[in-house]
């Protein structure tokens, strides 16, 4: 069988148990065949086994069986939250699938370019598995091209890049996007990974890549005529909350750090965002939007 179709059967068990939480095989079984899933064959008991195995090592998603009801279920639903790996992988794995059963309308489907610098994933992914140093060739925008041996600690896609987050000789972090890299070496170096070490709460406080000493702020926005929805249903931020609602606004906060990142996202919605708090945010963010004027 096909990787593809193997996968979009993984897909599928995942996705029906995360919808119905329990089924007994007969259940499981009979919605499997309702769905076409393998042309209408049945599924076989030692083939749903396998799965599970398969399922627990992609994407470290436990399926038990309830020995009173005989029901399965996903024991661990919390690896598949919405910040997880596993969960990314899901969603990519479960549109790769569509996309492949779409061949046929494939003129009619408008996608995004896909991320940029993906050519140096592998190497960096095994020297991250390995604890190995990676010499790097790295030049920024409008500058001179430099090696630089570093500490791969985690990567990061925002907006359609890689970034990686490694520790240089000096002990700081450093955030590399993978599309201004020239060229990528593993060395036989190792280092050690700091035990304690959590790469999303390294990124926590912070919007996007850019990380640096921005002093923590208690942000409040105001979201105007089509925001608040479009807020409540893709967060800026895990830290929003909603304060206050009326018929011609809504008022969220944020506990962040307000790098350029962040308020360079909060001026993508024109209009649509004020920011109330604190006031020299407010300040920047007018100054910014005057600069912004002189151009035009």
């Not at 079984?29 to 992609?58: P, T, Y």
């Not at 919007?207 to 479009?230: C, E, F, Q, S």
């Not at 969220?252 to 308020?263: E, G, K, Q, V």
Request: glycine share 4%; aromatic share 12%; net charge neutral.
């Amino acid at each position: 069988m096909k990787p593809a179709k193997i996968f979009r059967q993984y897909i599928w068990i995942i996705n029906t148990l995360r919808a119905y939480r329990q089924l007994t095989f007969e259940e499981l079984n009979k919605r499997w065949q309702q769905d076409g899933v393998a042309d209408g064959c049945v599924l076989q008991r030692s083939s749903f086994n396998r799965h599970r195995d398969a399922i627990l090592d992609m994407f470290g998603i436990i399926i038990d069986c309830d020995k009173k009801t005989y029901k399965y279920y996903i024991r661990n639903k919390n690896v598949l939250s919405d910040d997880s790996i596993e969960q990314w992988l899901l969603s990519t794995l479960a549109v790769n699938g569509v996309l492949a059963d779409s061949a046929s309308v494939k003129e009619r489907l408008v996608l995004e370019n896909a991320p940029a610098g993906e050519h140096y994933l592998d190497i960096i992914i095994r020297a991250i598995r390995t604890d190995r140093r990676l010499r790097i060739g790295y030049k920024k925008f409008q500058a001179e091209g430099y090696e630089k041996v570093v500490c791969p600690y985690a990567l990061k896609l925002f907006r359609q890049r890689w970034y990686l987050l490694a520790r240089i000789d000096n002990g700081e972090m450093r955030v590399y996007a993978l599309d201004r890299m020239t060229m990528v070496e593993l060395t036989d170096d190792t280092f050690k990974m700091p035990e304690n070490f959590s790469p999303q709460a390294y990124f926590s406080e912070f919007y996007g890549v850019l990380t640096n000493d921005t002093p923590m702020a208690h942000v409040i926005v105001r979201a105007h005529k089509w925001m608040p929805n479009y807020l409540r249903t893709l967060p800026l931020h895990h830290s929003q909350r909603e304060l206050a609602s009326t018929e011609d606004y809504t008022d969220f906060s944020y506990d962040i750090r307000p790098t350029s990142d962040f308020l360079g996202e909060l001026l993508r919605y024109s209009e649509g965002i004020e920011v109330l708090e604190p006031l020299d945010l407010r300040d920047r963010m007018r100054q910014m939007i005057a600069d912004t004027l002189k151009r035009y």
